[in-house]
């Protein structure tokens, strides 16, 4: 009674902070490859959605629509998605086997990859201004995916672009190998574009 938080004599705060620090420990010890997998394609394995940008699966030439056939030898399509993403994640430095075949025609070759597991950071965006010979500028923007990072660092770089006194002639927003996010994020980032 009187108290503002009336369960705090049943928690113990040490064992949160500890439980909260194994969980980060745990996220910052695992690592992947950078792809993401979506649902089993009609000639077989799961299909590529996207990889992620400068990953070892783009690296390695894996491409939206490619098929992932094996995982460490185990037929992907024998997978929940939930078990292709533990299969493909892992300590870092670690490596894991795929069988991939491209898009296109069932009688491509697949190809046998062993791609090392690493950290992943990704930034919501990337972007550079672009000269054009009049002086103006093209404000090119990469985005990564839809999240309040992203929608902050456009915004930000909207704002920088029309404050500095530049004459922007433009917005490019490559969303290429972009696997979406939070919808309302996405919505954010238009509402940017629209008067």
Do not use: M
């Not at 094996?70 to 086997?97: H, K, M």
Request: net charge negative; with cysteine.
């Amino acid at each position: 009674a009187g108290g503002i938080d009336c369960w705090a004599e049943f928690t113990d705060c040490c064992a949160c902070t500890a439980a909260a620090a194994a969980a980060a420990a745990t996220a910052a010890a695992s690592a992947g490859i950078g792809v993401q997998l979506g649902g089993v394609s009609p000639l077989g394995g799961r299909l590529v959605e996207a990889p992620l940008v400068e990953s070892p699966a783009e690296c390695a030439g894996i491409r939206r629509g490619d098929r992932v056939l094996e995982i460490d030898g185990i037929p992907s399509e024998s997978l929940t998605l939930d078990e292709t993403t533990t299969l493909l994640r892992g300590p870092a430095g670690s490596s894991v086997a795929l069988t991939v075949a491209p898009q296109g025609p069932a009688q491509q070759t697949p190809r046998q990859l062993l791609l090392e597991r690493r950290p992943l950071p990704q930034p919501a965006i990337k972007e550079a201004q672009l000269p054009l010979p009049d002086g103006r500028v093209v404000q090119y923007v990469r985005l990564h995916y839809f999240s309040h990072e992203a929608t902050a660092g456009l915004s930000q770089v909207v704002a920088s672009a029309e404050s500095e006194g530049q004459h922007v002639a433009g917005y490019v927003l490559d969303l290429r190998n972009n696997p979406g996010g939070v919808f309302e994020e996405a919505v954010a980032i238009a509402s940017l574009f629209q008067d």
